[in-house]
């Protein structure tokens, strides 16, 4: 493996900082396609899922490329080990150094049944046997064949997890919604604000009601009050020996889901291996199973797994996730841009930025590397976004016209699941889906904005200045298979960028304090008096909500 203290340390890092400083910086994409009618051939690129055929069309064209970039870019992941670091995360080598652990979810949806182990055991038959019991589950609950304490079908799923244990779960229910069984009322509980739980039950009726308590660690504060108070909820009509039918675990922590009263037999295991934000092909997953079946279920993880052969094989110049990590590098360390724009054209897709945000956001937003030291450089961008075409609408006003670099992803499917009036609706997405980008990229001279007849006073408002980079992700239709391959190419993009920033993307260290300090205020919050040993502002809010509150 690559050792180095920084990236910055690596002989490409000055090259590239060369090359932007005499080549990038003065890049004009307007130019770029004027000089290079290849250029749109040259940068994009075709990836095939294997498991069913369908292609995604990655466009990088709108990006700050000429054709010494990527090269170099090539050139550093290497220098970064980035080869040597991929083939240890595949196998099963324990690259999360901070917990001593492996980086194991593409074992996960290793549906050709390569040989994979992590510590010299096989991890194959296990995640098999896991697999199984969901399909089984799934089939069960879907068929009504599993019935609840009145022996009614359940129909409403309540999911109960946070982070990971709700986003990705949420995500792809809420994606693959046109694949979901429509006869299934499907919630997600996370937030421990009382409204979120309360809502959920508000219209379910505990016969009918399965509970999916989600948690990697099964010690999460908020999980753990929200499914007591399901729990509860539960108990007030049923008895404890019906909470086998209604409630189940789908965890690592064995001890702790037969401490809250969860039969072993109904927990869905996985190993610590699996990371919370990279989870969602686990047991984590159940919801998905039993609202779009199993089958949907397999051909999600198959996609996922056909980005995972493309990400192990491909050279990394031609590799479609690699580039997109390491154009993410390019924009923040030598653009400086800060953020990175998610547009799905896709109104299913509407959490799908949310999920990249934990997914990016607490994978790469380290400043430490692997030595210990504080980068020299900026790392993780912060993610956003918003299902377009309402975004237009609303934020794109600065991606146009504002003072900011934003490099976006615009994503969208040729084939709508509702191709409403003749496929009309599809077509106006898709043609704001182009418009978008191509006025981001080629802008509006103010010669064009005079000849349109501009009085001179508004000739600089009405100007765009263009130049600001997209990347577009166009696929046939978003099935099961593009989701699971969309989700991998992300997670493999944000793998190329730590390996490059020489961090642990595997861990989450900075959600620590947070929760340890809300654990010691809320027991200031349980008893009289300010507590103590807070600094004075904080001090002052607690009283003061003390106050609002009726607390003493
Ligand atoms: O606090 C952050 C975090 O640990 C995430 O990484 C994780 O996805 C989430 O909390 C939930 O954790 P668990 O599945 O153990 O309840």
């Known amino acids: 493996m690559a050792d180095f203290a920084q990236a910055t340390d690596l002989p490409a890092w000055q090259e590239l900082i060369n ?64 080869e ?83 986003l990705g779960p949420v995500m792809v229910t809420e994606a ?88 072993p037999k109904n927990m869905f295991g996985f190993e610590s291996w699996v990371g919370g934000r990279y989870s969602v092909w686990s047991a984590i997953g159940l919801s998905v199973a039993v609202f779009i079946g199993f089958d949907n279920f397999h051909q999600f993880l198959a996609g996922a797994h056909a980005m995972d052969q493309h990400f192990l094989k491909t050279p990394l110049e031609e590799n479609i996730p690699v580039i997109a990590g390491l154009l993410s590098v390019w924009y923040s360390d030598f653009f400086g841009a800060q953020t990175h724009l998610i547009a799905p054209f896709d109104q299913y897709m509407h959490r799908f930025p949310a999920y990249l945000q934990q997914l990016t956001m607490e994978s790469n937003g380290k400043a430490v590397t692997k030595s210990g030291d504080y980068v020299k450089y900026t790392t993780g961008a912060v993610f956003f976004g918003e299902p377009a075409t309402n975004a237009q609408h609303s934020f794109f006003q600065l991606l146009h016209q504002g003072t900011k670099l934003i490099p976006s992803d ?14 009309k609706h599809q077509r106006m997405l898709a043609s704001n889906f182009f418009a978008q980008m191509e006025a981001l990229a080629i802008g509006k001279t103010d010669e064009e904005v005079k000849a349109e007849g501009a ?30 391959a969309l989700i991998a190419y992300y997670e493999h993009m944000v793998f190329t960028e730590g390996a490059v920033w020489n961090i642990n993307s595997f861990d989450q260290w900075g959600v620590e304090l947070g929760k340890a300090l809300a654990k010691k205020i809320q027991s200031d919050l349980e008893t009289d008096g300010a507590g103590a040993g807070h600094d004075a502002s904080t001090s002052g809010l607690i009283a003061a909500f003390k106050s609002k509150a009726g607390l003493k």
Request: charged letters at 25%; proline letters at 3%.
């Open 84 to 166: 040597k670091k991929r083939d240890a995360m595949f196998a099963g080598e324990k690259i999360n150094f901070t917990e001593d652990r492996a980086v194991y979810h593409v074992a996960l949806r290793n549906t050709s049944n390569q040989p994979m182990a992590v510590d010299g055991k096989s991890v194959v038959e296990e995640t098999n046997s896991v697999l199984d019991h969901m399909k089984e589950f799934s089939e069960q609950i879907r068929s009504g064949e599993w019935k609840g304490y009145t022996g009614k079908k359940l129909t409403t799923i309540i999911n109960i997890g946070i982070g990971g244990s709700d």
């Open 176 to 263: 693959l919604k046109a694949y979901g069984d429509r006869d299934m009322t499907l919630h997600f509980v996370s937030n421990i604000d009382g409204t979120h739980v309360a809502e959920a039950l508000k219209n379910s009726d505990p016969e009918t009601t399965l509970f999916l308590i989600a948690s990697k660690t099964f010690t999460t504060a908020e999980t753990v009050t929200n499914a007591n108070t399901a729990k509860n909820w539960f108990l007030q009509k049923a008895k404890q020996e019906d909470i086998a039918k209604h409630f189940v675990a789908l965890s690592t922590n064995a001890d702790e889901v037969s401490k809250f009263g969860i039969d």
């Open 455 to 484: 009085p001179d006073s508004l000739v600089p408002h009405k100007v765009f200045m263009g130049n600001r980079p997209t990347t577009a992700i166009l696929a046939q239709k978003i099935t099961p298979g593009t989701l699971g």
């Open 19 to 82: 090359h932007h400083n005499q080549v990038g910086r003065h890049l004009v994409l307007r130019e770029l396609f004027e000089k290079d009618p290849e250029r749109f051939q040259k940068f994009s690129k075709t990836f095939t899922n294997s498991a069913d055929g369908s292609e995604i069309l990655f466009d990088f064209s709108k990006n700050f490329l000429s054709d010494e970039t990527l090269p170099l870019l090539v050139k550093l992941a290497k220098e970064a080990g980035l």
């Open 410 to 423: 615009f994503i969208l499917a040729a084939e709508s699941q509702n191709p409403v009036e003749g496929g």
